[in-house]
C-alpha cells in the first residue's frame, strides 16, 4: 500500500506575511499514491518542492474559496509546473468564479505561454487545465478516491467548501475556512484526520494591535467567518476523528504564544492528539 500523509505546506490564516512569518494556506494529500494538492495561497509551489514533489507530475488541485489566500498562486503554480515539464492534464475543482481568474491568468502570461509554446516546443497550457464547478455532494468520484463537499459558515462568501477525501484505506476531512459548523460533525464521523481552522481567543487582541487596523471590520470578520480552537475541538469530539489538526492559525506567528497555549485552547474539549499546524509539518496517516 502507498504511503498516506498529509502536508501542511501553508498554515496562516489571512493573506499578509511579514518577516518572520508563516505562508498562507496551501496542503498537499497524498492518499493511496495520489497527490492532491488543497489552495493554493502565496507559496504553494516552494511547499510542494520542499516535500519532494515533482511539480510536473501535478493532475490535481482543490480550491475552498476564493479568498487570495487560498488561490493567490494558482496560476504561477500551474505555470511554473508547466515550465517544470508538465504535459499530461490538470484538473482543478473550486467555486464559481475561479474559471474567471484562470482565464485571466492565461491573458496575462499570454506573451510568455505562446513564445515557450514556439521556442521551446511546449505543449498548450491553455489545453492542459480543465477547472470544474464544485457544488455540495460529491465532487469527484475516480479511481479509489471519492471526494465531497459541504458548503461552510464564511461570510460574506457563500460558496465556501469543506471539503472529505476518502479511499478504502483512509478518511481525511478539511474544514476550510468557517464559523463553527454544526453539519460537519457528521460530514467529518470518524475520520482519520480532521484538518480544521482555528483562532486562539486570547491571543486576538494582541493580533488587531500588532496590525495596527484600526478599523473594527476585521475583528467581526473573525468573529463571524472563523472558529475557536476550542470550537474545533468539540466539532472533533462531536465527530469522533482520530486525530485534530489545527490550521489556518489565527495568529500563527506571534512570539508570546506557543503551542502549549493551543493545547490549553482545547483541553476539556478534546482528549485525542491535537498537532498544531506548522509550514511543512508532514502527517502520516
Given at each position: 500500500?502507498?504511503?498516506?500523509?498529509?502536508?501542511?505546506l501553508?498554515?496562516?490564516?489571512?493573506?499578509?506575511?511579514?518577516?518572520g512569518?508563516?505562508?498562507?494556506?496551501?496542503?498537499?494529500?497524498?492518499?493511496?499514491?495520489r497527490?492532491?494538492?488543497?489552495d493554493?495561497?502565496?507559496?504553494?509551489t516552494?511547499?510542494?518542492?520542499?516535500?519532494?514533489?515533482?511539480?510536473?507530475?501535478?493532475?490535481?488541485?482543490?480550491?475552498?474559496?476564493?479568498?487570495?489566500?487560498?488561490?493567490?498562486?494558482?496560476?504561477?503554480?500551474?505555470?511554473?509546473?508547466?515550465?517544470?515539464?508538465?504535459?499530461?492534464?490538470?484538473?482543478v475543482?473550486?467555486?464559481?468564479?475561479?474559471?474567471?481568474?484562470?482565464?485571466?491568468?492565461?491573458?496575462?502570461?499570454?506573451?510568455?505561454?505562446?513564445?515557450?509554446?514556439?521556442?521551446?516546443?511546449?505543449?498548450?497550457?491553455?489545453?492542459?487545465?480543465?477547472?470544474?464547478v464544485?457544488?455540495?455532494?460529491i465532487?469527484?468520484?475516480?479511481?479509489?478516491?471519492?471526494?465531497?463537499?459541504?458548503?461552510?459558515?464564511?461570510?460574506?462568501?457563500?460558496?465556501?467548501?469543506?471539503?472529505?477525501?476518502?479511499?478504502?484505506?483512509?478518511?481525511?476531512?478539511?474544514?476550510g475556512?468557517?464559523?463553527?459548523?454544526?453539519?460537519?460533525?457528521?460530514?467529518?464521523?470518524?475520520?482519520?484526520l480532521?484538518?480544521?481552522?482555528?483562532?486562539?481567543?486570547?491571543a486576538?487582541?494582541?493580533?488587531?494591535?500588532?496590525?495596527?487596523?484600526?478599523?473594527?471590520?476585521?475583528?467581526?470578520?473573525?468573529?463571524?467567518?472563523?472558529?475557536?480552537?476550542?470550537?474545533?475541538?468539540?466539532?472533533?469530539?462531536?465527530?469522533?476523528?482520530?486525530?485534530?489538526a489545527?490550521?489556518?492559525?489565527?495568529?500563527?506567528?506571534?512570539?508570546?504564544?506557543?503551542?502549549?497555549?493551543?493545547?490549553?485552547?482545547?483541553d476539556?474539549?478534546?482528549?485525542?492528539?491535537l498537532?498544531?499546524?506548522?509550514?511543512?509539518?508532514?502527517?502520516?496517516?
Amino acid at each position: 500500500m502507498s504511503e498516506n500523509y498529509v502536508a501542511l505546506l501553508g498554515t496562516k490564516g489571512g493573506p499578509a506575511i511579514r518577516p518572520g512569518s508563516s505562508m498562507p494556506t496551501s496542503n498537499l494529500y497524498v492518499l493511496n499514491g495520489r497527490q492532491i494538492v488543497v489552495d493554493c495561497g502565496l507559496g504553494v509551489t516552494k511547499g510542494l518542492v520542499d516535500q519532494g514533489m515533482q511539480l510536473k507530475d501535478l493532475s490535481l488541485i482543490f480550491v475552498t474559496h476564493l479568498h487570495s489566500d487560498h488561490y493567490l498562486e494558482l496560476g504561477p503554480l500551474l505555470h511554473t509546473s508547466w515550465t517544470a515539464g508538465l504535459k499530461t492534464p490538470v484538473d482543478v475543482y473550486g467555486p464559481p468564479g475561479l474559471s474567471d481568474y484562470w482565464t485571466a491568468f492565461l491573458l496575462s502570461m499570454k506573451a510568455d505561454i505562446d513564445l515557450r509554446m514556439e521556442d521551446e516546443g511546449r505543449p498548450d497550457l491553455r489545453e492542459l487545465v480543465k477547472v470544474h464547478v464544485i457544488d455540495a455532494g460529491i465532487v469527484m468520484d475516480r479511481d479509489g478516491l471519492v471526494v465531497s463537499a459541504i458548503r461552510s459558515e464564511h461570510p460574506p462568501l457563500v460558496d465556501c467548501f469543506a471539503l472529505s477525501f476518502k479511499t478504502a484505506d483512509v478518511h481525511v476531512v478539511c474544514s476550510g475556512d468557517t464559523a463553527p459548523l454544526a453539519a460537519l460533525e457528521d460530514f467529518a464521523k470518524g475520520a482519520d484526520l480532521l484538518v480544521h481552522e482555528a483562532m486562539l481567543e486570547s491571543a486576538l487582541p494582541a493580533l488587531m494591535a500588532r496590525i495596527g487596523n484600526s478599523s473594527d471590520k476585521l475583528m467581526a470578520h473573525w468573529l463571524r467567518s472563523h472558529t475557536f480552537a476550542h470550537d474545533a475541538a468539540k466539532t472533533a469530539t462531536q465527530a469522533g476523528v482520530k486525530r485534530l489538526a489545527l490550521s489556518h492559525l489565527i495568529p500563527s506567528d506571534d512570539p508570546h504564544y506557543s503551542e502549549a497555549d493551543w493545547q490549553v485552547a482545547v483541553d476539556g474539549h478534546w482528549n485525542g492528539e491535537l498537532i498544531v499546524g506548522k509550514d511543512g509539518l508532514k502527517i502520516a496517516l
